[in-house]
């Protein structure tokens, strides 16, 4: 080697890989300088780790701000990682020489460079690294909304739009455009990925002459547009400059170098040593702790918010991986995924797959079938057309949902090692595709399970969401939606400023929270979470604040909203085998004082308050019914529900509500139900009123419904009321009335479209039955329900006096 070796790359291309290995086994060089934080020198040696397996990233956080951090993406075709381990593997000194993450996470969005920052354009490609922030095996990826903000580093405005310098360019798309082409990936896919496998574009003998072809197209691209407008680059080159010279001094002229292309030029320019240290005088700078953390292929790929991310990371593993005929091999495994999921795809599906994307290939003038060509051979072969199923292959394979693994002793924050040791004790493993988790928690395992996710959400690490589930709705069945993402690292570090342990984070959080809070119903539901999480030595602060709080509020709309939070820790208590006699007695009193203080709270309200205040009386109505020794208690709220349902300066929604839940509890006759609907849609009461009473006593998704398919005299009711509203009326109470029908299930409603086209059922008889639409009858035919009872005498294992009982 003369001089130092530059290769410029495509971060995440594996075609730039096979071309870098390919370049490092011909020339041997002394030593390998890669674009990325110097900070993850020392964690180099673990990529030859057998634990470590792609993609992975490294992960910088600010010591005193873990929100701040940034992500240095890297999976198995990503050229920097192809350098790291042959530099390991040869025995040959590697490190990174970009601008350190300390700097890069100090610096306010005007001075920092951009791969620490912003997210970039999802829909304009940056394959070289070239613009913007390219670290290490991919620009750095921000770990989220708390990390810092800065301009998007892709740009997608086409080239020649502005005067070089101020135009936002994508390197690919302008040699693309220059090319004749009008996708940037497929050129890229052309000239690089399916041309010369061996050397990853030349197709020669020279294993550096495709870096040197890319390296004079960037100098051109430089030479006419500058920094291409992203002036921050400037500071990360110079930096690289001077760890360049550095390694050159201690090494000599063999010295490779792996960076984005766009940057090439910038390392091969002369410059002055001091001009390079002007550059970098005065850079802010934090503490900074570093290290390796699983990734995705999901997160690889561009629509996810990725500067550098690539539309099809799966594909190019594949790509990367295949030894040989990649066409065939793809289509082998995607009809592989097919079958897994009951489609009919056989041999000859893949054979004929074949031959049409390599056909397409060719009438296409491209040198192999592509991506878009095997897309094209499965949706016409494999899925009859059908972009459903292609719609799995692109998520399952096109992107994947290969999640990486690091090595148990890489660096970590002690709340994480504690995380990692419960999730091996509970084999719980972390998993990039979502899956759903049945939990019984009368299985000590199970019970671990969930006391893990609880205390996992109460520190704000949400690797689980709580799912409705398809069995048993008791207190002993969970259900969870799992799905880990790398940010979840940093909101691990973050947790870590409370406790060293899950279970010492958690409780410390929880008395923090409980101390700070104002709203009662924030207590109230921290409560709740302390009892699912199974907290027993912060539950006495929680409570504390609790009674404090309970015995300070005077809104009986906030005694309300607070109410159901206190009944359901009640049972979670029960089902946890929990102490919760503190936590019943504050949610007696504050059923009490809801008793007393409901009815007056109640009356005056403008829509907008009724509306909110009709969900309080349902999540007070259950919680109610839930407290142990409540049926005193129950007897004083069925009052309260009568003077609701009775007062007429109460609105129409709450009046319509209370009298719903006192006839579905039994305490509401009939005959009284329909007086009272009667009395609601009489002509003096205004429409709007009308139709919000109907809202609360049919609304929702309570089975109002059906109530009104299985009682005629109600459906009869708001029919007449309906068709005798004024013209002028109708418009104002068709959104409530649209509002309320709209939650009925289309069974539902068709249902009491047909009764109603029908009209009412006064005389059965031959002649009212011949008018009937078909499938409804005048009345009940008892002939035809007698059909089923053989049926559930088989079913229910009873006689026929005791089939009798269960019929009346």
């Not at 290769?7 to 011909?26: C, K, N, Q, T």
Request: aromatic share 4%.
């Amino acid at each position: 080697m003369t001089g130092p070796l530059l290769l410029g790359v495509r971060h995440h291309g594996p075609g730039s890989a096979r071309a870098v290995r390919a370049a490092l086994d011909a020339a041997s060089p002394r030593a390998v300088l890669i674009e990325g934080p110097p900070e993850g020198d020392a964690l180099l040696p673990l990529a030859a780790d057998e634990q470590m397996r792609p993609p992975v990233a490294l992960l910088a956080h600010a010591v005193d701000d873990p929100g701040r951090a940034a992500f240095w993406p890297l999976a198995e075709f990503s050229p920097e990682w192809v350098a790291i381990r042959w530099a390991l593997a040869h025995d040959v000194p590697v490190r990174f020489i970009d601008l350190p993450a300390a700097h890069a996470l100090a610096m306010e969005p005007d001075h920092a460079p951009a791969h620490p920052t912003a997210p970039a354009d999802a829909g304009s490609a940056d394959p070289t690294g070239s613009v913007g922030p390219s670290g290490s095996a991919a620009r750095p990826e921000p770990a989220g909304p708390a990390g810092p903000a800065g301009p998007d580093p892709t740009g997608a405005e086409p080239a020649g739009v502005a005067e070089p310098g101020d135009v936002r360019i994508d390197p690919i798309g302008v040699l693309a455009e220059a090319a004749g082409y009008d996708d940037p990936e497929r050129w890229w896919e052309d000239v690089v990925e399916h041309r010369g496998r061996g050397t990853g574009g030349a197709g020669g003998s020279d294993a550096h002459g495709p870096f040197v072809a890319l390296g004079e197209a960037m100098a051109a691209l430089r030479e006419t547009y500058g920094h291409g407008g992203h002036d921050r680059d400037l500071v990360r080159e110079a930096y690289m400059r001077v760890q360049l010279r550095a390694a050159r001094k201690e090494f000599g002229d063999g010295v490779a170098v792996v960076c984005g292309a766009w940057h090439v030029p910038a390392l091969a320019q002369k410059t002055t040593v001091a001009a390079d240290r002007a550059l970098l005088k005065g850079l802010p700078k934090v503490r900074t702790e570093m290290t390796w953390v699983p990734w995705t292929h999901r997160r690889l790929a561009r629509h996810s918010g990725y500067g550098a991310g690539i539309d099809s990371p799966g594909w190019y593993g594949h790509l990367f991986a295949a030894p040989d005929r990649p066409v065939e091999r793809w289509m082998t495994k995607v009809a592989g995924l097919l079958r897994d999921e009951d489609h009919m795809v056989s041999s000859a599906h893949v054979i004929e797959a074949v031959r049409l994307a390599e056909t397409l290939a060719v009438v296409r003038g491209r040198p192999l079938a592509g991506l878009s060509e095997t897309t094209d051979a499965v949706r016409a072969v494999m899925c009859d057309g059908s972009d459903v199923p292609l719609d799995l292959v692109r998520d399952r394979l096109v992107v994947g949902d290969v999640l990486g693994e690091v090595p148990d002793d890489a660096p970590a924050v002690p709340l994480q090692r504690d995380l990692a040791r419960q999730q091996r004790s509970l084999r719980l493993k972390p998993e990039a595709l979502e899956r759903e988790l049945e939990l019984d928690l009368r299985k000590d395992s199970d019970g671990g399970k969930s006391r893990l996710l609880h205390r996992l959400r109460l520190l704000g690490v949400h690797w689980g969401e709580p799912a409705a589930g398809r069995g048993s709705t008791g207190t002993f069945r969970e259900t969870w939606r799992l799905r880990w993402e790398p940010e979840l690292f940093v909101r691990v570090a973050e947790a870590g400023v409370w406790g060293t342990t899950v279970l010492s984070a958690a409780t410390a959080k929880a008395e923090s929270q409980a101390l700070a809070a104002t709203a009662l119903g924030d207590v109230t539901a921290l409560a709740e979470q302390c009892l699912l999480a199974e907290l027993p030595d912060a539950l006495p602060v929680v409570m504390t604040a609790l009674a404090d709080r309970a015995a300070l509020d005077a809104d009986v709309s906030h005694l309300a909203q607070a109410l159901p939070a206190l009944a359901r820790s009640l049972r979670y208590g029960d089902v946890r085998a929990t102490d919760t006699a503190a936590l019943a007695e504050v949610a007696a009193g504050l059923a009490e004082r809801i008793c007393v203080g409901l009815p007056p709270a109640c009356s005056g309200l403008d829509a907008d308050a009724a509306a909110e205040m009709r969900g309080r009386l349902d999540g007070v109505h259950t919680a109610i019914g839930l407290l142990p020794d409540s049926a005193e208690m129950s007897g004083r709220w069925q009052a309260v529900l009568r003077k609701l349902a009775a007062r007429e300066s109460v609105p129409g929604v709450i009046r319509g509500r209370a009298a719903r839940l006192l006839l579905d509890d039994g305490r509401l006759a009939e005959d009284e139900a329909a007086r009272l609907m009667a009395l609601a849609l009489s002509p003096a009461t205004q429409p709007a009123e009308a139709a919000a009473w109907i809202e609360g006593f049919v609304g929702g998704a309570s089975g109002g419904g059906l109530l009104l398919v299985h009682d005629e005299r109600l459906l009869g009711l708001v029919d007449a009321w309906l068709t005798g509203v004024p013209a002028d009326a109708f418009t104002d109470v068709l959104p409530l009335l649209r509002r309320t029908f709209s939650a009925y299930e289309p069974g539902v409603r068709r249902t009491l479209g047909e009764l109603v086209r029908r009209g009412p059922a006064e005389v059965a008889g031959p002649a009212h039955a011949q008018t009937a639409v078909p499938g409804f009858g005048p009345g009940l035919d008892d002939a035809r329900a007698d059909a089923v009872l053989p049926v559930l005498r088989l079913l229910l294992d009873i006689d026929d006096n005791d089939l009798a009982g269960v019929a009346r």
